[in-house]
T-cell receptor, first 111, second 115 residues
Framework: DAKTTQPPSMDCAEGRAANLPCNHS???????VYWYRQIHSQGPQYIIH???NNETNEMASLIITEDRKSSTLILPHATLRDTAVYYC????????????FGAGTILRVKS | KAGVTQTPRYLIKTRGQQVTLSCSPI?????VSWYQQTPGQGLQFLFE???????NKGNFPGRFSGRQFSNSRSEMNVSTLELGDSALYLC??????????????FGPGTRLTVL
């Protein structure tokens, strides 16, 4: 079972920041938080991952709370092309490259 | 660098038949994972291969099998197809030396319809 909880859907205005929350209260010390997204009819796309520090790349920023029980993915200037299902995944070392996907959050970016 | 490719992209089969799907990972990647995506169950992990060995397996019946070749290309096979096997089958590859924390690159998927 997925070990993360996300809201089923969110709306965001084009050009504004999209903040997608994720709860992972049972995360353990050596488990990473990953974010992927899936645009309709395509394979999932890696966005970002982190352990305990905040991370930023060309696509997004990842903010992880100090107790690591929750995180927020931030898309700084959402565009219509960011409309997708966003998955927050806790990566377990013993699972190797296995990803356990939950239901994700449907983000709708509106003009 | 070419991405992950999957063939065929679309497939229609009838119940009881078998099917083989193919995945070519990104050059240099040694890990290939397979996922099944259905509207009801979402994205579910099938199995992972690394250096021609199955390293991880999900909770699917034995009708689902796979293999990996020395060039890292992978195939998955589903025997005795059932209507519930209709799904998008996704392949993902990752590189490096088997690190657990590499990002995975997904292919476009094979859409299988079982009639």
């Amino acid at each position: 079972d997925a070990k993360t909880t996300q809201p089923p859907s969110m709306d965001c205005a084009e050009g504004r920041a999209a903040n997608l929350p994720c709860n992972h209260s049972t995360i353990s010390g050596n488990e990473y938080v990953y974010w992927y997204r899936q645009i309709h009819s395509q394979g999932p796309q890696y966005i970002i991952h982190g352990l305990k520090n905040n991370e930023t790349n060309e696509m997004a920023s990842l903010i992880i709370t100090e107790d690591r029980k929750s995180s927020t993915l931030i898309l700084p200037h959402a565009t219509l092309r960011d409309t997708a299902v966003y998955y927050c995944i806790v990566r377990y070392m013993e699972y190797g490259n296995k990803l356990v996907f939950g239901a994700g959050t449907i983000l709708r970016v509106k003009s | 660098k070419a991405g992950v490719t999957q063939t065929p992209r679309y497939l229609i089969k009838t119940r009881g038949q078998q099917v083989t799907l193919s995945c070519s990972p990104i050059s240099g990647h040694r890990s290939v994972s397979w996922y099944q995506q259905t509207p009801g169950q979402g994205l579910q992990f099938l199995f992972e291969y690394f250096s021609e060995t199955q390293r991880n397996k999900g909770n699917f019946p034995g009708r689902f099998s796979g293999r990996q070749f020395s060039n890292s290309r992978s195939e998955m096979n589903v025997s005795t197809l059932e209507l519930g096997d209709s799904a998008l089958y996704l392949c993902a590859s990752s590189g490096g030396l088997g690190s657990s924390y590499n990002e995975q690159f997904f292919g476009p998927g094979t859409r299988l319809t079982v009639l």
